[in-house]
């Protein structure tokens, strides 16, 4: 079992930068990889970025490709999201997610473990 709680969201204008936060409890933490999603009003959520176990891999939505950042700490069992040139239409209620995998992986269902969300919101 593993448990998630984002932090860091908050209201930024366009152009500006969040870094997103996302602490796992468990001793598992090293077994999973590790996600972000996000959510706008009235859309679907939709994938982010996702990193290995290691570190070693990592992949983006064309959408945040250049702009965003994700990386871990398993000594800290975090994982984080480094959102620079923030776009207005970045802001979603942003989910941190674990996957009982050892690749990386975009589609949603194999994620099994979900946190309760942070709002990002972007101004113009």
């Known amino acids: 079992q593993v448990q998630l709680v984002e932090s860091g969201g908050g209201l930024v204008q366009a152009g500006g930068s969040l870094r997103l936060s996302c602490a796992a409890s468990?001793?598992?933490?090293?077994?999973?990889?590790m996600g972000w999603f996000r959510q706008a009003p009235g859309k679907e959520r939709e994938f982010v970025a996702t990193?290995?176990?290691?570190?070693?891999?990592?992949n983006y939505a064309d959408s945040v490709k250049g702009r965003f950042t994700i990386s871990r700490d398993n000594t800290k069992t975090t994982v984080y999201l480094q959102m620079n040139s923030l776009k207005p239409e970045d802001t979603a209620v942003y989910y941190c997610a674990a996957a009982r995998t050892y690749s990386v992986t975009i589609k949603y269902a194999e994620y099994h473990y979900w946190g309760q969300g942070t709002q990002v919101t972007v101004s113009s």
């Open positions: 468990g001793r598992t933490f090293r077994s999973y990889t």
């Open positions: 990193i290995t176990w290691s570190g070693d891999s990592t």
